[in-house]
């Protein structure tokens, strides 16, 4: 059995674990009688559909209650919008510190709110990477002040992500990471790797993997198959993703850490972790947007906005992933939102880096793809993107209920607009799906009870 108890991903920041008891009772006073904001007449999620319209009031950060009536200091039309607990994602790429010109706190936070996400679990590759306490306290400490969207911040699991030294884990948890990962790079040495699962065990931490065997994905830029060989470009083989996946899972199994593994792009890598995960492995698996609706036929236009790790695959792999979910086989989608500047990704495909900007169109994409054609229930997809992530931290699944915490977001479920990147918060606007038209935008985004995105407000 892990020693990590759940716990609620809005209440936990360890600054408020660092609050004494009495300060603690004081906020919550204070938020009984904090500002009261109604949502009109919206639709919740039920079992069998949407609900009857519904106001949903919100007091002092917090959920209080439906169809309550009385004076508010904020009345916010959902009408034929779905309110929801926000979304959850624990995959983004937020480039800070070090990396501002491709993305930054505010922007990032900015643009996870627009998406729909109440709280982001940002990726530690920074310049330098995150794998000092000092850079977790500054990550945590900066994000409460911007206000945006909740951060809960990885850290690395190697010093300077050079698959050399583990970093201290404690110290890390202790200053608030919530996860280890070196993602962007595989640990190649799997030694190192069993010995940061039994650390991570110890402190009931999540551990999550890129799982690539490196010298076999070698220079790859695309998924190696019949379109790379057409196209003369160099192949990333499905079987570098299979290998890690075994060696990754297996590692988990053998020393009970509970591994989330990144990113499942193929169906030979989904089918070993499933296989591991029925023989006793305690791990978790993540799947993307784009690994959901784009294959590597995209790659046929030289572009590099579709070069990502682990590459686009083929459309039977896509098939495999879109079945998995189905069968409730993936625990969470992951954006895995990797922005870049406009000129790195306007390299030569071979040069450009690797990654997709995708935070503030994942919902409308998926729910237009996948749950307007009938191949997902919306409950599937909200579970996916909440209680699903909420599952693998051993957090708390979000609620609607009276008394949670009112991180909140309003889909628009109606109306049909276009990918517009020019429009996005993220500093990276390019993207696979521009122009595309989609629905279930989101409208408003509401972190702690306050309004951190409103579409209506030329915020888009
Ligand atoms: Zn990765």
Known sequence: ???????????????????????????????????????????????????????VYVR??????????????????????????????????????????????????AAAAAGGFGTVVSMANTTPPVDDPGLVTDLVRRAELIGQARLRPAATVSVGMRGERLTDFAALKAAGAVMLTDDGIPIADAHLMRRACEYAAELGLVIQTHSEEPRLRADGVMNEGRVSRELG??????????????????????????????????????????????????????????????????????????KVAPPLRTAADVAHLKEALRRGAVDNIGTDHAPH??????????????????????????????????????????????GGPASVMGWQAPTLTPGAAADLTVIDLESELPVQGRSFKSKAKHNPWEGERLRGWPRLTLVRGNVCYDREAGDR
């Not at 809005?10 to 660092?18: A, C, N």
């Not at 906020?27 to 919740?44: C, D, E, K, M, N």
């Not at 979304?87 to 480039?95: E, G, K, S, T, V």
Request: glycine residues 8%.
């Open 1 to 55: 059995m892990s020693d990590h108890q759940a716990e609620d991903p809005t209440g936990s920041e360890p600054t408020s674990k660092r609050q004494s008891p009495s300060r603690s009772r004081t906020s919550a006073r204070r938020g009984a009688s904090g500002p009261r904001t109604v949502l009109r007449r919206a639709r919740l999620a039920s079992a069998d559909g949407l609900s009857e319209p519904t106001d």
């Open 60 to 109: 002092g950060g917090l959920v209080e209650g439906f169809d309550l009536g009385g004076a508010v200091d904020l009345e916010l039309d959902a009408r034929e919008q779905l309110v929801t607990p926000a979304f959850i994602d624990l995959h983004a790429h937020l480039r800070d510190p070090g990396q501002e010109v491709k993305e930054d706190l505010a922007s990032g936070l």
């Open 341 to 386: 500047t406009l000129a790195e990704k306007e390299r030569d495909l071979l040069e450009a880096p690797f990654g997709i900007a995708n935070l503030e169109v994942t919902f409308a994409l998926l729910y237009t793809r996948l749950v307007l054609t009938g191949e997902l229930p919306l409950a599937a997809l909200l579970r996916l993107l909440q």
């Open 233 to 306: 470009l160099p192949g990333n083989t499905a079987s570098a993703e299979a290998v890690m996946v075994f060696r990754d899972t297996e590692i988990a199994r053998l020393t009970g850490a509970r591994v989330h593994i990144a990113h499942v792009s193929c169906e030979r890598a989904m089918r070993v972790a499933e296989w591991q995960r029925a023989n006793g492995a305690p791990i978790t698996i993540e799947v993307t947007p784009q690994h959901l609706t784009l294959t590597d036929e995209s790659l046929r236009a030289f572009d590099p906005v579709f």
